[in-house]
C-alpha cells in the first residue's frame, strides 16, 4: 500500500493499493506499485519516498534518480564500504564524513561551484565542546571543511543527506502506512468480516480506503466550521 501524509491536516490517506504473493521481495511490490501509481495519476507529482532496509538496493535508488523522486531509505547494516569513495576520506556508516578525531562532520548545503556536497568541522559548527585535534587540524576559525560528490554513490549520497533534521522529518512519515493498516484491519475490522479470496479482499479494502478518505474530508470540513 502506498500511502501519504498531510502534516497541515494531520490525516493519513491510501493512495494505491496492490495484493501481491508473499513469495515476491518487498523491494519488488514496493516498484510495481510505485510504477502503476505513477501511470494511473500522471497528474500527481511523486516527490519523496519512504522505504525500509528491505529496498536497499542499487536498483531502486537508481530508479528513483530516473524517476526524479528522493527516495528515504533505511539502510541495510550488512553492506560495506563503497570502493567509489576515495581511501583518503572517513564516512560513518551512513556516508556522513568523520573529521580526524572521529566526529560527525555537519552538513553544509550543497555547492553548485564544486557540484559537490560540502561539510565542515563540528567544533567549528558547535556541535561538539571540545576537540583531541583542534591544534592539529585545520588551523581556521571556519574548520577543515571536506566535500562528498553524490556520484560516488548514489545509495550513501542521496538528495538529503542521510543524519540531517530534513531527512529525519521526512523519513518519520513512514509510519504513515503502518498508521493506515491499523485503521484497515482494526478500526474497519477487515480481519473481523470473514472473508475469503483475495477478489474479496480486494473489493473490501478498496471500500475502506474510500471511507478512509471521506473520513479526511469530514475531518477538515470540521475544523473549518470551528
Same mark, same amino acid.
Given at each position: 500500500m502506498?500511502?501519504?501524509?498531510?502534516?497541515?491536516?494531520? +490525516?493519513?490517506?491510501?493512495?494505491?493499493?496492490r495484493?501481491?504473493?508473499?513469495?515476491?521481495? =518487498?523491494?519488488?511490490?514496493?516498484?510495481?506499485?510505485?510504477?502503476?501509481?505513477?501511470?494511473?495519476?500522471?497528474?500527481?507529482?511523486v516527490?519523496?519516498?519512504?522505504?525500509?532496509?528491505?529496498?536497499?538496493?542499487?536498483?531502486?535508488?537508481?530508479?528513483?534518480q %530516473?524517476?526524479?523522486?528522493?527516495?528515504f531509505?533505511?539502510?541495510?547494516?550488512? @553492506?560495506?564500504?563503497?570502493?567509489?569513495?576515495?581511501?583518503?576520506?572517513?564516512?560513518?556508516?551512513?556516508?556522513?564524513?568523520?573529521?580526524?578525531?572521529?566526529f560527525r562532520?555537519v552538513?553544509?548545503?550543497y555547492? %553548485?561551484?564544486?557540484?559537490?556536497r %560540502?561539510?565542515?568541522?563540528?567544533?567549528?559548527?558547535? !556541535? +561538539?565542546?571540545?576537540?583531541?585535534?583542534?591544534?592539529k587540524?585545520s588551523p581556521?576559525?571556519?574548520?577543515?571543511?571536506? *566535500?562528498?560528490?553524490?556520484?560516488? =554513490?548514489? @545509495?550513501?549520497?542521496?538528495?538529503?543527506? $542521510?543524519?540531517?533534521?530534513?531527512?529525519?522529518?521526512?523519513? #518519520?512519515?513512514?509510519?504513515?502506512?503502518?498508521?493506515v493498516? #491499523? @485503521?484497515?484491519?482494526?478500526?474497519?475490522?477487515?480481519?473481523?468480516?470473514g472473508?475469503?479470496?483475495?477478489? $474479496? *479482499?480486494?473489493?473490501?479494502?478498496?471500500?475502506?480506503?474510500?471511507?478512509i478518505?471521506?473520513?479526511? $474530508?469530514?475531518? !477538515? @470540513?470540521?475544523?473549518?466550521?470551528?
Amino acid at each position: 500500500m502506498l500511502c501519504s501524509h498531510n502534516a497541515e491536516a494531520r +490525516v493519513d490517506l491510501p493512495l494505491h493499493i496492490r495484493f501481491l504473493d508473499a513469495r515476491r521481495h =518487498d523491494s519488488v511490490s514496493a516498484i510495481v506499485s510505485l510504477r502503476e501509481f505513477r501511470a494511473i495519476n500522471p497528474d500527481i507529482p511523486v516527490r519523496d519516498v519512504c522505504l525500509d532496509s528491505a529496498h536497499d538496493n542499487y536498483a531502486t535508488y537508481g530508479l528513483c534518480q %530516473k524517476w526524479k523522486i528522493r527516495p528515504f531509505i533505511d539502510l541495510n547494516s550488512n @553492506r560495506g564500504r563503497p570502493d567509489s569513495i576515495p581511501d583518503s576520506i572517513s564516512i560513518d556508516e551512513d556516508g556522513t564524513p568523520l573529521c580526524m578525531a572521529g566526529f560527525r562532520m555537519v552538513n553544509w548545503g550543497y555547492c %553548485k561551484q564544486k557540484h559537490s556536497r %560540502k561539510w565542515r568541522c563540528p567544533l567549528a559548527c558547535g !556541535k +561538539v565542546g571540545s576537540c583531541p585535534c583542534k591544534e592539529k587540524c585545520s588551523p581556521s576559525p571556519y574548520g577543515r571543511c571536506v *566535500y562528498t560528490k553524490p556520484d560516488w =554513490d548514489i @545509495r550513501l549520497y542521496t538528495p538529503v543527506p $542521510r543524519g540531517t533534521e530534513e531527512y529525519k522529518e521526512i523519513y #518519520n512519515n513512514r509510519t504513515s502506512c503502518e498508521r493506515v493498516n #491499523n @485503521r484497515v484491519l482494526n478500526d474497519y475490522h477487515l480481519h473481523d468480516m470473514g472473508i475469503h479470496t483475495r477478489k $474479496r *479482499y480486494s473489493f473490501f479494502t478498496m471500500i475502506i480506503c474510500v471511507c478512509i478518505h471521506l473520513d479526511a $474530508r469530514l475531518k !477538515k @470540513r470540521t475544523k473549518l466550521k470551528s
